[in-house]
């Protein structure tokens, strides 16, 4: 076993956002404000462990993988990974090992990194994190991970963030659902992931799945936010309280016509009592 430590870089920064301290480019032009308002609820001075849950772009993966890498880059500071927890979820036999390629083309769990660095400035050295590449899962894989990162989430010193946009709107994204009693494109395009939203703030797993079902809207996180539910399922079990909120949300552009093509984006907070 060599002693190595692998490095995963920044590999989107100075694309789709600035590789220099700021936090703006093209990618965080759309959704940036719009995720600040759940990175505000951050408590950096009781957060000891950042698991990030985010979905697969570019590899097909029908589980959930563990990146080879020690340290993630950011353009603020590096970000170690949570070796005990690691280890812990190596030990269960449900998680596959990504290659640090797949890792850096992925853009999903790296659009968090700056701002998790930036929300945990005060503590930088105090933390830790535990990416985590979500495939697209079954119903009955969404509750098994649930269950199993449970027990995290009970944690208070354990903060999830959970990586999604919302509709992708357009022929480009083969998707052009349009409910016309609600007016405009993008006004029919709101109300749809309003009522998504409105589904997740009430916790129940089977209602997401469903709405999914009926409506297909182009949700990118969908599997990471159905591991979130039955993971909240779960504690709701044993009595624990919680409720979540959606704080904002946001449309790339205003669709009109069906050359136009939107993503909208939206920011929450799920708070455990």
């Not at 029908?62 to 030990?91: G, N």
């Not at 929300?119 to 009955?140: R, T």
């Not at 539910?229 to 624990?240: P, Y």
């Amino acid at each position: 076993m060599s002693n190595r430590v692998v490095c995963r870089e920044a590999s989107h920064a100075g694309s789709w956002y600035s590789a220099s301290g700021n936090c703006q480019h093209a990618g965080y032009t759309y959704c940036g404000a719009c995720a600040a308002h759940a990175y505000k609820q951050v408590d950096p001075s009781i957060t000891r462990r950042v698991f990030i849950l985010g979905p697969s772009h570019h590899v097909p993966l029908s589980r959930c993988a563990l990146s080879p890498a020690d340290i993630y880059r950011t353009p603020l500071y590096d970000l170690r990974i949570d070796e005990k927890v690691y280890a812990d979820l190596w030990k269960t036999g449900l998680f596959e090992r990504m290659s640090l390629q797949t890792d850096e083309d992925e853009h999903s769990i790296e659009m968090h990194l700056p701002y998790t660095a930036k929300a945990m400035e005060s503590h930088k050295d105090e933390f830790s994190i535990v990416p985590v590449l979500v495939g697209a899962l079954s119903e009955s894989k969404e509750q098994e991970y649930g269950k199993l990162l449970s027990k995290y989430l009970a944690d208070p010193s354990n903060l999830f963030i959970i990586s999604s946009d919302f509709c992708h709107w357009g022929q480009r994204f083969r998707y052009t659902y349009y409910d016309e009693s609600q007016g405009e494109i993008y006004r029919s395009i709101e109300h749809l992931d309003k009522m998504g939203m409105g589904i997740i703030e009430q916790l129940d797993p089977m209602s997401f799945t469903n709405y999914l079902k009926k409506y297909r809207n182009t949700i990118c996180g969908r599997h990471p936010i159905g591991v979130l539910l039955n993971a909240v399922a779960e504690l709701r079990k044993s009595g624990l309280e919680m409720n979540f909120t959606f704080l904002n949300y946001a449309q790339s552009s205003e669709c009109r016509n069906w050359q136009d093509s939107s993503v909208s984006y939206a920011a929450g907070a799920l708070v455990v009592h």
